[in-house]
């Protein structure tokens, strides 16, 4: 398999605005080859090492550091931009940032200092997080110690970018059963990566597994998880957005899939008594309807990016909860309206936009794959809790 070195010559983005433009460049880069990467599940080096040299893989890396510490809002809308051109492309750095936020939040001055300066220089950050084989959500991979040495031992699943990654942020428990993250070299020796990812959506985020075998650890590596979340941090909200996002922008990018194919080879109905398939009128109200969830969906991603920027500013109980409560709306209606424009597009260009040539079902597969990352009937319960009871979202990283 092959192995990530760092790009060389990697760019330092020193503001939102560039982060944007950024974005918006690559993805026009992107999308091209988005199509034939999924089919054929090609797994995109050439393109992550452009994302990472781009320098969009630093801008939350904080000032005092030398990155742009852009906002929550630009960020979601960076993934998003992504997210329309290739959602796989723009899943795998997920993880990445929410490790990044880890250690501002709970990370010393010195973890920050080097892991932020590593990110700066093109460093990605995988993730060995989740774990299968029981249903008790216990984390089972354990943090040991061995006279003076610390060693990793466990088996990780939906470890997304850790193919491509050049260190593995791996969630372990430690002898006092307390979860810790630690930053592992993706090269330590015992340290297995296995593409073994075969979903139907999201086919080349590298969401393999990673196996742990008697791995040794420095303590400098060892970054305090738990105790992130027995006190209001925005780590969970955080998580979240870039998830919305995500749904956000393949939802944007079916819909813009959906637009020239109607105008191009879609046939109106017949009884509708009109040449063009674009002046079907229910045709026309269709793709109304999805331009206003889509629109309605963004509108809260940025609610919420406003609401996650206040509580990284000040991370009180009311800001963390008001951010985790803005993010759950974000999510229910991200969910809804990117996977009713991966269908629609379907239902509005009729039985010639299924053809395999065109792999237009990338988007639904896409969309469908990552919505169910978590249940969105619970962010609508968290909603319901605190508007029905006051009762705030519980503090992890799935609200």
């Given at each position: ?22 974005a918006r460049r690559l993805a026009a880069a992107f999308a091209p080859g988005a199509s034939d990467r999924d089919r054929d599940r090609r797994l995109p080096w050439q ?353």
């Amino acid at each position: 398999m092959k192995t990530a070195s760092p790009p060389q010559g990697v760019h330092v983005i020193a503001s939102d605005a560039e982060a944007i433009e950024a974005a918006r460049r690559l993805a026009a880069a992107f999308a091209p080859g988005a199509s034939d990467r999924d089919r054929d599940r090609r797994l995109p080096w050439q393109q992550l090492d452009a994302f990472t040299a781009s320098g969009l893989w630093g801008i939350t890396v904080p000032r005092e550091h030398g990155g742009a510490a852009v906002s929550a809002v630009t960020l979601a809308r960076v993934i998003a931009i992504v997210a329309a051109a290739d959602g796989s492309l723009a899943q795998i750095p997920q993880n990445h940032f929410y490790a990044l936020e880890v250690l501002r939040s709970g990370g010393s001055p010195e973890q920050r200092a080097f892991f932020d300066g590593l990110a700066l220089s093109g460093h990605r950050f995988g993730n060995a997080l989740a774990e299968i084989g029981a249903r008790d959500f216990q984390r089972r991979t354990r943090l040991l110690r061995q006279g003076d040495r610390l060693l990793v031992q466990g088996d990780k699943f939906y470890c997304t970018g850790a193919i491509y990654a050049h260190w593995i942020p791996t969630l372990v428990v430690d002898e006092d059963d307390r979860q810790q993250l630690v930053f592992i070299p993706r090269e330590a020796p015992g340290v297995t990566v296995t593409d073994d990812w075969d979903g139907f959506g999201q086919r080349t985020t590298g969401s393999g597994s990673v196996a742990f075998r008697q791995v040794e650890v420095r303590p400098e590596w060892v970054v305090p998880f738990q105790s992130s979340f027995e006190r209001p941090t925005p780590i969970g909200p955080l998580a979240q957005i870039m998830h919305a996002a995500i749904d956000l922008g393949i939802g944007q990018g079916a819909f813009a899939a959906t637009l020239p194919f109607i105008r191009d080879r879609a046939r109106p109905w017949i009884d509708a008594g009109v040449e063009p398939a674009a002046d079907d009128p229910l045709l026309v109200a269709g793709v109304g309807e999805v331009s206003v969830r889509l629109r309605a969906a963004e509108a809260l991603v940025d609610r919420a990016g406003r609401a996650v920027d206040e509580a990284i500013a000040d991370p009180t109980e009311f800001t963390v909860a008001q951010a985790s409560l803005a993010v759950a709306a974000a999510r229910a209606l991200t969910t809804t309206a990117g996977l009713l424009a991966a269908s629609k597009l379907f239902e509005l260009t009729g039985t010639s936009a299924t053809f395999a040539e065109d792999n237009l079902d990338r988007h639904w597969r896409n969309v469908r794959t990552h919505t169910l990352h978590d249940p969105v009937r619970w962010k609508y319960h968290a909603i319901g809790n605190h508007s029905l009871n006051g009762v705030n979202p519980p503090r992890h990283g799935a609200i």
